[in-house]
């Protein structure tokens, strides 16, 4: 996947090269898939099966010059798990699900994960079998509420789930619909309950690390992490595209978090009345 700064170039302009780029890539041993573009950040993104970054620039090279600024080497499954199966128009640009032909996909995700609290303890209190029945009501759960609202499991974590999401309410409203379903089971199983911790964060496929959604995928399970039990925390820029979607969330302040310089700015989200004292 490559990135490209759109500068002065239009929305228009980047399907016209995406085609010269399908009519240019032969030669190289290169097939351009498909393209993000996202105006509001200037920034473009293509997904291209090539034999190496070169390749692939080459065929920007001739077809229309516009070299990408940085092309990151990722795995097709991972690819297809955070991004999805996306659809595209005539011009190969994605477009969101159910929006139309016009309806451009920009490419950010929300990256959720969860993590079952104390799950070494279980285990050792409980033993495996029981553990694992414990384990099994979380994924069940969190599964359910991915299926229900339209996001998709990356990998399994062993005490929790990694998933992307293409709406940043669809996520928060997943991470509620996981800790209201998992107090109802807590209600008629106290002694079998199932606590998790929630961390959610949104962002674009290639930023500063050369991983694919990097930064998001660590300040998500970061914030995880730094959860309480049974909370849902959130970075700023989520909190933000959740605005005027009928949330409430409540300012942490700037937490310190592991692999990150400064201190980031998370909110939590209330859910069932449940509000959690700001920091």
Not at 64 to 85: T, W
Request: proline residues 3%.
């Amino acid at each position: 996947m490559d990135i490209h700064e759109l500068g002065e170039v239009t929305a228009e302009d980047v399907a016209k090269a995406h085609i010269a780029d399908l009519e240019a890539q032969e030669k190289y041993g290169v097939n351009y898939l498909k393209y993000w573009v996202n105006e509001s950040r200037g920034k473009v993104f293509c997904l291209v099966d090539a034999p190496n970054a070169e390749a692939a620039n080459c065929v920007h090279r001739e077809a229309h010059g516009l070299v990408a600024r940085k092309i990151i080497e990722i795995q097709p499954e991972l690819a297809e798990g955070f991004l999805g199966d996306v659809e595209t128009n005539a011009e190969g640009a994605a477009v969101l699900p159910g929006g139309g032909v016009d309806v451009r996909d920009p490419g950010i995700r929300t990256v959720l994960f969860t993590d079952i609290v104390e799950s070494t303890t279980f285990t050792q209190s409980l033993g495996d079998e029981a553990a694992m029945a414990l384990l099994s009501v979380h994924d069940t759960v969190v599964r359910d509420a991915l299926s229900a609202l339209g996001g998709r499991e990356v990998k399994h974590t062993g005490d929790g789930i990694m998933a992307s999401f293409v709406s940043a309410a669809a996520a928060v409203k997943c991470a509620t619909r996981i800790q209201r379903e998992l107090a109802k089971h807590a209600e008629s199983q106290r002694d079998r309950a199932v606590k998790v911790r929630i961390g959610a964060a949104a962002g674009e496929p290639v930023e500063q690390h050369r991983d694919l959604f990097g930064c998001t995928v660590q300040l998500a399970a970061r914030l995880c992490s730094h959860a309480s039990p049974e909370q849902i925390l959130v970075s700023n820029a989520l909190a933000e595209l959740c605005l005027g979607k009928g949330f409430s969330f409540q300012d942490v302040g700037e937490v310190a978090l592991k692999g990150f310089d400064r201190p980031v700015r998370a909110h939590a989200v209330v859910w069932a009345g449940n509000a959690v004292p700001a920091a």
